[in-house]
C-alpha cells in the first residue's frame, strides 16, 4: 500500500492560515488523495480529496504538486474548532477492484487563541 | 438525516471471550467498513460490506468476522479475545462504498470503545 508521511504535530494562531504538508512518494496514477480529520472523541469526518488538479471547498483548499508526490492541505483561517488530527489517505486499489483507505499516524493540529 | 450509529458505544470483556458490535449506517448507504484504531497502530482498515458481501479485507486474523444484512446494518464480531484487541472500533457507511477510480465520501460513526481485561 502507498503510504503518507505526515509531521506528528503542528500549532497555529486563531484565525491565521494553516498548512499542513503529506508527502506520498510512492502514490500511483489512479490513486486519490483523500483528508479526514478527528476532533476530540469522534470519529474521522471527510475534509477534502482530488486527484490531480488543486481542489476547493467549505472547508479548506487542497493544493497538489505537479508530481503528485506531496500534497498540502490549507486551512484558510484557523478556528479552535478546527483543532484535530488530520489525516492525509490514499486510496489503494485491492486485488478484488475496489479500493480501501490506508491511513497513516495523522498531523495533531493545535489552535491557539 | 440520521448520522452513523453504534452499539454500544462502550464494553468491557475479558480475554477469551467473543464480543459483537454493531453499525447502523445512514439511510440509503449500502457499503459499511470497520476501522480499527489504537494508539500505537493508529487507524486500520479491517472490511467492507457492500450489499451483504464482503467486498474488502484488511490485513488482520480470522478471529475478526463481519456481516451485513438486508437492510445495510452490519456487525462484526471478535472471538476469542486478546488484550491487543482493545481499541476503538469504527465503522463507516457510504452509498456506493470505494469505488475504483473514484471518490465515496465515509461518515464515521462515534466509534465503540472495546477494552479488553
Known amino acids: 500500500d502507498a503510504k503518507t508521511t505526515q509531521p506528528n504535530s503542528m500549532e497555529s494562531n486563531e484565525e491565521e492560515p494553516v498548512h499542513l504538508p503529506c508527502n506520498h512518494s510512492t502514490i500511483s496514477g489512479t490513486d486519490y488523495i483523500h483528508w479526514y480529520r478527528q476532533l476530540p472523541s469522534q470519529g474521522p469526518e471527510y475534509v477534502i480529496h482530488g486527484l490531480t488538479s488543486n481542489v476547493n471547498n467549505r472547508m479548506a483548499s487542497l493544493a497538489i504538486a505537479e508530481d503528485r508526490k506531496s500534497s498540502t492541505l490549507i486551512l484558510h483561517r484557523a478556528t479552535l474548532r478546527d483543532a484535530a488530527v488530520y489525516y492525509c489517505?490514499?486510496?489503494?486499489?485491492?486485488?478484488?477492484?475496489?479500493?480501501?483507505?490506508?491511513f497513516g499516524k495523522g498531523t495533531k493540529l493545535t489552535v491557539n487563541p | 438525516k440520521a448520522g452513523v450509529t453504534q452499539t454500544p458505544r462502550y464494553l468491557i470483556k475479558t480475554r477469551g471471550q467473543q464480543v459483537t458490535l454493531s453499525c447502523s449506517p445512514i439511510s440509503g448507504h449500502r457499503s459499511v467498513s470497520w476501522y480499527q484504531q489504537t494508539p500505537g497502530q493508529g487507524l486500520q482498515f479491517l472490511f467492507e460490506?457492500?450489499?451483504?458481501?464482503?467486498?474488502n479485507k484488511g490485513n488482520f486474523p480470522g478471529r475478526f468476522s463481519g456481516r451485513q444484512f438486508s437492510n445495510s446494518r452490519s456487525e462484526m464480531n471478535v472471538s476469542t479475545l486478546e488484550l491487543g484487541d482493545s481499541a476503538l472500533y469504527l465503522c463507516?457507511?457510504?452509498?456506493?462504498?470505494?469505488?475504483?477510480?473514484?471518490?465515496?465520501?465515509?461518515?464515521f460513526g462515534p466509534g465503540t470503545r472495546l477494552t479488553v481485561l
Open positions: 489517505i490514499l486510496s489503494a486499489s485491492t486485488q478484488g477492484g475496489s479500493e480501501k483507505l490506508v
Open positions: 463507516a457507511s457510504s452509498f456506493e462504498g470505494l469505488a475504483v477510480g473514484g471518490h465515496n465520501e465515509q461518515f
Open positions: 460490506y457492500f450489499s451483504e458481501t464482503q467486498r
